[in-house]
């Protein structure tokens, strides 16, 4: 196995100053060569530390990348730790010298110190920095070190990273992944399948997120068909289970597949939001090409707008309130009526944390979807306790959306 670990450097990843983007960044972009990482380590800016860390993580990892610390100025320590761990002599590196001085003719200050590395590195050209790349030691480099700045340590890795990664672990066997995304379901719903079709041979990874799960499978394989065909017992029996909740997309977002299934099925969507204040509109329109199917949305807050815009009876709102499910029947039947929209979504409640009631506390949220001319599922979306504000919006734009999709459009296309 190919045991790849990251050690951030930086005192400011550690008191939360600086979010730690750089692992997940060469995280991602060694598992697009199908290479894994098997640890994320964040230091401080302290020799000892990071002299001992490094240790570890060369004795039990083949390779180790770090970031950061690899500046001029007196924080900067990496390089003079991996200098004195190879048991190397920092020396001026005349070529990558003279290349500062060409490239920074202005700016003369510091380039001594930034070509002068370990004499048993490898040097990898920073093409946007003065901060080269390090790898240790030169015969079979084991230790790579990037600057911390993420443009610089991006570029480096690109450049110089990805191809020696891909030269170095030119293996028979690589690593596959899949992605299934539901939508309406929980953890919960899904573990007594998985839990059946656990293998050492595939690693399975469940990540849910607010009204929706991605089930994640990971396999070694010399080529695709035969991961696909690892992974297809288990992919065929989560299909037959829950093919209603299952949405294709290629970035797990639920609005891309109804994107895709309403604008192929040539189909089109209306909605009428309260408390969701245009969030699912939001959503929807952060796809490019939701022109073609989605018409808009009445974001019709108050009393006074559902009435006159969507003309939600007036007796309806006094009689019911607008938190009811009188209340979105004309909502959608008003957005219905006035676009000639195919599909629509009417969505009214209390997002909170003010104007709940006994009867209607806090996160009492209706929702009307359906087909014009057809009778609409109504109901409440069940939020489980959830009390935040912003949450409570996302949650049910997100549930509202799922409805849609798995009881609605799935299987319209
Ligand atoms: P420089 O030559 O600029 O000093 P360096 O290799 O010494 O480069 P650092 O001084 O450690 O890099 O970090 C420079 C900046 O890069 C930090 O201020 C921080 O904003 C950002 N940075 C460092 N490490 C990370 C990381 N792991 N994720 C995201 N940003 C980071
Ligand atoms: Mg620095």
């Not at 990892?61 to 190397?88: C, H, M, W, Y």
């Not at 070509?115 to 240790?136: H, K, M």
């Not at 209603?244 to 309403?262: F, P, V």
Request: net charge positive.
């Amino acid at each position: 196995m190919s045991e790849i670990e990251i050690i951030s450097i930086g005192s400011e990843l550690l008191t939360g100053k600086t979010i730690n983007t750089n692992a997940a960044f060469i995280s991602q972009k060694l598992r697009q060569i199908g290479l894994s990482v098997v640890r994320h380590t964040a230091l401080s800016d302290n020799a000892e530390i990071l002299k001992k860390e490094l240790q570890i993580a060369l004795h039990r990892s083949e390779i180790v990348i770090t970031t950061g610390g690899l500046g001029p100025t007196f924080d900067d320590i990496s390089k003079r730790v991996a200098n004195s761990l190879f048991q190397s002599s920092l020396i001026l590196n005349d070529k990558y010298y003279r290349d500062l001085q060409k490239r920074y003719k202005k700016f003369s200050r510091d380039l001594k110190e930034q070509a002068t590395v370990p004499s048993n590195a490898v040097v990898f050209v920073n093409p946007i920095g003065t901060a080269p790349g390090l790898a240790l030691p030169k015969e079979h480099p084991r230790l790579l070190m990037l600057p911390g700045v993420p443009k610089e340590m991006e570029a480096l890795l690109e450049q110089s990273i990805l191809p020696f990664l891909k030269k170095r672990f030119r293996k028979e066997e690589k690593c596959f992944e899949k992605e299934l995304h539901f939508c309406l379901l929980w953890e919960n719903d899904l573990h007594p399948i998985l839990k059946k079709f656990r293998s050492p041979k595939i690693d399975i990874g469940i990540y849910p997120e607010y009204a929706t799960v991605t089930v994640v499978l990971r396999t070694q394989a010399k080529i695709k068909q035969i991961a696909e065909a690892a992974f297809a017992p288990l992919v065929r029996k989560l299909k037959a289970h829950f093919q209603a909740y299952l949405y294709e997309s290629k970035n797990g977002r639920l609005e891309e597949a109804i994107c895709e299934q309403l604008t192929k099925a040539k189909q089109t969507l209306v909605l009428a939001e309260s408390c969701t204040g245009g969030a699912i509109s939001a959503r929807l329109t952060s796809i490019s090409g939701s022109s073609k199917y989605f018409f808009g949305s009445f974001v019709t807050y108050s009393d006074r707008l559902k009435h006159s815009i969507l003309h939600v009876s007036k007796e309806t709102l006094k009689k019911h309130g607008a938190v009811s499910k009188e209340t979105v029947q004309e909502m959608l039947e008003g957005a219905f009526h006035l676009t000639g929209a195919d599909y629509g979504i009417a969505v009214s409640g209390i997002a909170g944390p003010t104007g709940g009631t006994v009867k209607k506390p806090v996160g009492t949220i209706w929702f009307a979807i359906g087909k014009r001319k057809e009778k609409p599922d109504i109901g409440l979306i069940p939020l489980m306790g959830i009390q935040k504000r912003d949450v409570i919006i996302q949650y049910a734009s997100t549930y509202a959306l799922g409805l849609l999709f798995s009881r609605w459009i799935n299987t319209i296309y």
